[in-house]
């Protein structure tokens, strides 16, 4: 991956933690990695579970990122969702939702929609 894109791709992840933590939840985890995969993002509000997959781009000229989170990846963030849960320490939550962030980046600076419950 090259410098630019891995740039690009840390900026998208920025923007949407504030995104998340601006809307009162707290980022309990960001990039948390195991052997079948990652999670971009893992945010708690109450007993919401939010797992996040964010998706940077720097126009919309190939796609919304959204196109990008197809059948497979969303087995494979749903695998390693529960793997998070199974090493999580605390109280269980009562409802896990799957969100994509779509993040466009311009002169003017992050563009971020929030897909909530997108698989």
Not at 83 to 101: S, T
């Amino acid at each position: 991956m090259s410098m630019h894109r891995r740039a690009l791709g840390m900026a998208g992840e920025d923007a949407s933690a504030e995104w998340y933590e601006r809307a009162g939840f707290a980022v309990e985890a960001r990039n948390w990695r195991c052997r079948t995969g990652e999670i971009d993002i893992v945010a708690t509000r109450r007993d919401v579970l939010v797992v996040c997959e964010v998706k940077t781009r720097s126009s919309d000229r190939y796609g919304s990122g959204a196109d990008a989170v197809d059948w497979r990846k969303q087995r494979t963030i749903r695998s390693v969702a529960s793997q998070y849960l199974a090493q999580r320490v605390g109280r269980a939550p009562r409802r896990i939702r799957f969100d994509v962030a779509v993040v466009t980046m311009s002169a003017g600076g992050p563009s971020v929609r929030i897909i909530e419950s997108a698989f």
